[in-house]
């Protein structure tokens, strides 16, 4: 059976610290893996990764995926309160989307 | 805990045709949401309820797109008639309450129109 897992299910940081955010996957037919930020209603997309070892950044952002370990990382560095949010990772395993339960990023001033 | 379950998980139609997803929230989630996501982009949300009043549907295109939760805890969301562009996946997700509370997906309704 396809699955995602994200851990932490939660994390509490400070203002400036970097967090990364892991998620491990296991599908059968492995197309695409996303990353979303949660905050109040539809998730915002953040990445889409499909090749290993390349690195896709935005800002703070970051995320690379390592298709042999079957894993992907989020890192977020000099996070601010903005960036509170429960980050969602999820599999395009060419028939549908598998999320993950979501990592819940607590950043406190 | 049973997750939030969706039905059915595939359907493939033609274009004009009507269609019908259901979903069944975790039990005890006070807030549910369907979402239609195409492929290479983030979710959109069609419509969030709240019990079983209808708290945001400002993204739901109300002449083809429809959805029900009239006891609080089932949702239909209904197509009709479809079009091409409606090719997605409906995800239903739900959680305990709206704001600042982990939403749980469905694993979703793939829709193909043809």
């Known amino acids: 059976e396809d699955k995602v897992v994200q851990s932490p299910l939660s994390l509490v940081v400070h203002e400036g610290d970097t967090v990364t955010l892991n998620c491990s996957y296991e599908?059968?037919?492995?197309?695409?893996l996303l990353w979303y930020k949660q905050e109040k209603k539809a998730p915002t997309f953040l990445f889409m990764l499909?090749?290993?070892?390349i690195e896709k950044k935005s800002g703070r952002l970051s995320s690379i995926l390592d298709k042999k370990e079957l894993f992907s990382i989020l890192n977020i560095t000099a996070t601010q309160t903005g960036d509170s949010a429960v980050y969602l990772c999820?599999?395009?395993?060419?028939?549908?989307?598998?999320f993950g339960a979501g990592t819940r990023l607590t950043v406190k001033p | 805990e049973a997750g939030v379950a969706q039905s059915p998980r595939y359907k493939i139609i033609e274009k004009r045709q009507s269609v019908a997803f259901w979903c069944n929230p975790i039990?005890?989630?006070?807030?549910l949401y369907w979402y239609q996501q195409i492929l290479g982009q983030g979710p959109k949300l069609l419509i969030q309820?709240?019990?079983?009043?209808?708290?945001?549907d400002s993204q739901l295109p109300k002449d083809r797109f429809s959805a029900e939760r009239l006891k609080g805890v089932d949702s239909t969301l209904k197509i009709q008639p479809a079009k091409l562009e409606d090719s997605a996946v409906y995800l239903c997700?739900?959680?305990?309450?709206?704001?600042?509370?982990?939403?749980?997906f469905g694993e979703g309704s793939w829709l193909t129109v043809v």
């Open positions: 309820f709240q019990n079983n009043g209808v708290v945001d």
């Open positions: 599908v059968t037919n492995f197309r695409s």
């Open positions: 997700a739900s959680s305990l309450v709206a704001v600042g509370n982990t939403i749980y």
């Open positions: 499909t090749s290993s070892g």
């Open positions: 999820a599999v395009d395993n060419n028939n549908d989307m598998r």
């Open positions: 039990s005890g989630h006070a807030t």
